[in-house]
C-alpha cells in the first residue's frame, strides 16, 4: 500500500467523499435515503475539513472535523452544553468517519486516528464529541470516548453522543497504538525504560570498588564487540566523540573524504578543519542521496 493523509483540497478527493460518505451512511448505515446518484453531500460539507487516507488515487478512510456552531449534536441534544465537562473552551465535533471495508483493521485506520489526533492538538483543542455508531461502541470506547447522553437516531442507525479529551485518547488502548513515533531526526531520542528505571535508583561513587569493577566489564564487551585491544570511555554528546575521532584521524598518515549532505557531514567537516586533517569534500544539497559513481 502506498498510504497517503492529507488535508483533502482536490475535487477528486471530494468526489471520492461523497461516494464514501454515501456507501457508509446511506447503504451500509442506513441513516439517510437513497438516491440514484449515489452520493451523499453532508449538510456541513462548506464547514468540514476532511482529514483523508488515500492509497495511491483511492480514498480509502475519512473523518470531517468542525468547530463551529451549532453543531450537529446541538440538533439531537437540547442544551447540549449541560451535559459537557465544565471549563472546555476548545471544542471541535468529530463527524463522518467511515473506513472501506477491507482497510478498517489495519493502519490505514491507526494512521488516520493518528492523523485526527495530531491536528486536533495543533489546533488547541480541549473536547473533541461525536455522535458513534452503535455499531462500532466497543471501538470508540478503546479510543478513549466516554458517553454523556442517551442514544440518538432512527432504527437501523442508532448513534451514541459521546466526548474524549486528549488525556483520555492519549490514555486509551489505541491512543498507546496511534501515539507510537519513529524519528529519524537527529533528536530526542527515545530511552528504554529499563534506563529510565535506572535514573532513579540511588548513585554510587565514583571511586567505590563496584563502579571500577562496572566500568572494567563494560570496557571488556566492548573490546570484544569491536575487537581492539583498547577502550576508552568518554562521557559527552555525539560532537565530542566527533572531535575525539577526528584527533585520533589526526595521527594516521594520508588524506580522507568526508561525506555531507545535511547536518551531520557539516558538523563532520568542522571537527576535521578545527584539527587540522587533510581531507575532500563531497557535498550534496540537505536529504539528498549520494551518487557512488562520484565517490568512486
Wanted: aromatic share 12%.
Amino acid at each position: 500500500m502506498n498510504l497517503t493523509y492529507k488535508i483533502a483540497n482536490q475535487d477528486w478527493e471530494f468526489q471520492q467523499i461523497h461516494q464514501l460518505n454515501y456507501k457508509t451512511f446511506v447503504e451500509e448505515i442506513p441513516q439517510h435515503t437513497q438516491t440514484p446518484e449515489q452520493i451523499r453531500i453532508d449538510s456541513f460539507h462548506a464547514e468540514n475539513t476532511y482529514l483523508i487516507c488515500l492509497n495511491g488515487k483511492q480514498l480509502i478512510g475519512m473523518v470531517a472535523v468542525r468547530n463551529q456552531r451549532p453543531f450537529s449534536l446541538n440538533h439531537k441534544i437540547p442544551q447540549l452544553d449541560m451535559y459537557l465537562p465544565a471549563n472546555s473552551q476548545h471544542i471541535y465535533e468529530i463527524r463522518l468517519l467511515a473506513m472501506e471495508q477491507k482497510y478498517r483493521n489495519g493502519r490505514a485506520f491507526l494512521g488516520l486516528i493518528r492523523f485526527l489526533h495530531r491536528f486536533l492538538l495543533f489546533n488547541g483543542y480541549d473536547l473533541a464529541l461525536i455522535s458513534g455508531t452503535t455499531r462500532e461502541l466497543p471501538l470508540y470506547q478503546q479510543m478513549g470516548f466516554q458517553h454523556f447522553y442517551t442514544e440518538v437516531g432512527t432504527t437501523g442507525a442508532i448513534f451514541q453522543p459521546m466526548y474524549v479529551t486528549p488525556t483520555m485518547l492519549e490514555k486509551s488502548k489505541i491512543g498507546a497504538l496511534v501515539l507510537q513515533e519513529y524519528s529519524f531526526l537527529p533528536g530526542p531520542v527515545d530511552i528504554e525504560n529499563n534506563i529510565q528505571e535506572a535514573y532513579t535508583t540511588k548513585p554510587i561513587s565514583h571511586r567505590s570498588n563496584q563502579f571500577i569493577l562496572t566500568m572494567q566489564m563494560v570496557q571488556r564487551k566492548l573490546q570484544h564487540i569491536t575487537k581492539t585491544n583498547y577502550v576508552q570511555i568518554m562521557s559527552g554528546s555525539g560532537t565530542l566523540a566527533n572531535d575525539a575521532i577526528a584527533w585520533q584521524l589526526r595521527s594516521l598518515p594520508g588524506k580522507g573524504l568526508i561525506l555531507s549532505n545535511g547536518e551531520f557531514g557539516n558538523r563532520l567537516i568542522q571537527s576535521a578543519k578545527q584539527v587540522d586533517l587533510r581531507f575532500d569534500i563531497y557535498s550534496e544539497k540537505i536529504g539528498t542521496s549520494f551518487d557512488y559513481e562520484k565517490i568512486k
